[in-house]
């Protein structure tokens, strides 16, 4: 209810209808209620809205890596905005609400370097024996291209990455970061990368954790 000190011309306080009136520092001031909002989202809107947030929940730990590994996919948008836009296209499987991420098919780096026409590996007690064909026949795949490996530990928000002393020319490399009895746990990527560090290939998801 609102209540008017000297007539309708007086000021007063208190609401009528969707209007407030009150006073403030002596002075009298109208202004109108907010219209009341009904979030109600369609099946697709939700379905989009849980795509995104898997789309972050899969990118955001690898974030500082992917400002170089998408660095080259487009010269107008950031590489974080490079990496969702093509993981929300292709990295996404399964209808809402059980949507999720499909591992072997989302990147976590996007580039000109081929990667090896077959990648194998080999896991035992003194850590992972990782295998690659040698053979070059596309553009841009040199000899002394270098092997990155990037590993995430299932109950971790966080990743490690690192570049090993490994060559495309050499065709298999034992790291021993992570052991056989270990691998159960851990997310495995491979990436190679040029010998001027300008340019990376795509990804290639070696191992996919247990759940």
């Not at 809205?49 to 487009?74: G, V, Y």
């Not at 026409?117 to 270098?146: F, H, L, M, Q, S």
């Not at 928000?157 to 021993?176: H, P, S």
Request: aromatic share 12%; proline share 4%.
């Amino acid at each position: 209810m609102a209540r008017l000190n000297n007539g309708i011309l007086g000021g007063g306080s208190g609401k009528v209808g969707t209007v407030v009136m009150y006073t403030r520092y002596g002075r009298e001031f109208v202004r109108s209620l907010p219209t009341p909002t009904k979030d109600k989202k369609t099946p697709g809107q939700l379905a989009q809205r849980q795509k995104m947030a898997l789309i972050h929940q899969f990118l955001r730990p690898e974030k500082e890596l992917i400002q170089k590994t998408f660095a080259n996919d487009s010269s107008t948008r950031s590489p974080y905005q490079s990496a969702q836009s093509y993981n929300l296209k292709h990295a996404i499987a399964g209808e809402y609400p059980d949507q999720y991420i499909d591992l072997q098919k989302g990147l976590i780096s996007k580039g000109n370097i081929p990667l090896p026409a077959e990648i194998t590996y080999v896991a035992n007690k003194d850590g992972i024996r990782i295998n690659w064909n040698t053979g070059i026949k596309e553009p841009n795949a040199e000899d002394y291209d270098t092997l990155m490996i990037v590993w995430k530990y299932k109950q971790s928000d966080f990743i490690d990455y690192t570049t090993v002393g490994a060559r495309r020319y050499n065709g298999t490399f034992l790291w021993t970061e992570i052991t056989g009895e270990e691998l159960k746990d851990y997310t495995i990527w491979l990436i190679f990368r040029n010998r001027e560090e300008t340019d990376y290939s795509n990804s290639y998801c070696l191992h996919i954790a247990d759940k």
